[in-house]
């Protein structure tokens, strides 16, 4: 994993490097800019967060989970469709772009982003970067970071593409993240992003779980939180049929149980994998810190007021997806007329 040229040092807006002659980020210690900024480099990965914070819940998802939703584990294509529909049908338009991912996680949209022939800067607030690392490290076109969305420490406008899924209503303020996420993108550019809506859906059960499993530490949380979804994870495996009386126990689940169900979303996933995803999402949706909903007029009214044009967002995926590109300056644009 080597430095790519978008990356700085946020502070003197400098070039950073390592120490190594060959210039391999994972053989160092530290990245330094000349001004003697030092970035420490823990398990081959630069760190410019704290390795805990808010999001230190999902590091601890990401890690225990690391390939559930990797295509290449699923033997699906579910992460490629979404990922394709969201970048507007085809995955052929990021082929030797440079693309930004924000909130990388394990890297199932990193995989897929590889394999089509992008060249993809990835970073992550979490320690989930060390089980995208682990994925996805082999590619020439790759390098991961922990770093924080709003402050990726990269030259302003310089990628191709910023993609960030299932990521913007779990920062403290969605309206400052997409702000922060246009600045990334080159004129000419394009954003992708998604958020949930108001119709995610949440039982009693779920709202009143996640209140008091945010209020511990990560740890425990995970552990009530897995412990839980494994309770209640044989109850819903008995309404994984079509057997007659079946959908009378779905509907009972659908209302009271905390566990998220995809047997109907994902039919073409085995019931192993299937049950993974359920103990998985079923974590994530109880122990998210920050969970915002907002409409499609808000997401587009943000993306306005953040400079962007070309805005296609509607309701699709977990609630609202989005499009939108950096104007090029007039000048160029008016000589392309």
């Known amino acids: ?94 082929r030797d772009k440079n693309v930004l991912e924000v909130g990388c996680g394990a890297g199932r949209f990193t995989e897929v982003l590889l394999q089509s022939g992008a060249k993809v800067f990835a970073c ?70 998604d958020h949930y809506t108001h119709s995610y859906p949440r039982n009693f059960f779920q709202r ?11 740890r425990r949380a995970k552990s009530a939180a897995l412990m839980l979804a494994q309770l209640l994870l044989p109850f819903h495996r008995l309404s994984w049929n079509k057997r007659r009386g079946v959908w009378r126990l779905r509907r009972f689940l659908a209302r009271h149980s905390p566990l998220i169900d995809y047997y109907e979303t994902y039919p073409q996933l085995d019931k192993q994998t299937l049950s993974e995803w359920s103990v998985l999402d079923t974590h994530d949706t109880l122990t998210d810190f920050y969970k915002h909903l907002r409409t499609a007029e808000e997401i587009e009214s943000a993306l306005r007021r953040s400079g962007l044009t070309d805005l296609e967002v509607s309701y699709a995926g977990n609630g609202v997806e989005a499009r939108a590109k950096m104007p090029l300056p007039l000048d160029y644009a008016s000589s392309e007329t």
């Open 124 to 193: 992550d607030l979490s320690p989930a970067v060390e089980a995208n690392y682990d994925n996805c490290h082999a590619s020439q076109n790759y390098f991961v970071c922990q770093a924080d969305a709003r402050h990726v420490p990269i030259a302003p406008h310089s990628f191709d593409f910023v993609i960030c899924l299932g990521v913007i209503q779990h920062t403290p303020s969605p309206e400052e993240t997409i702000a922060a996420l246009s600045r990334y993108v080159r004129p000419g550019g394009t954003l992708i992003i």
């Open 1 to 94: 994993m080597r430095i790519p040229p978008q990356l700085i040092c946020e502070r003197h807006s400098q070039p950073l490097t390592t120490a190594n002659p060959d210039g391999r980020v994972e053989d160092a210690a530290a990245l330094t800019c000349s001004q003697d900024c030092c970035v420490p480099i823990v398990e081959g990965i630069p760190r410019f967060v704290d390795r805990d914070n808010y999001a230190s819940g999902f590091g601890l998802q990401w890690k225990a989970f690391s390939k559930t939703q990797l295509d290449s584990h699923t033997g699906t294509t579910i992460s490629r469709d979404r990922l394709a529909r969201c970048l507007g049908g085809s995955m052929g338009v990021v």
């Open 208 to 218: 009143n779980l996640r209140r008091v499993l945010i209020r511990l530490p990560p």
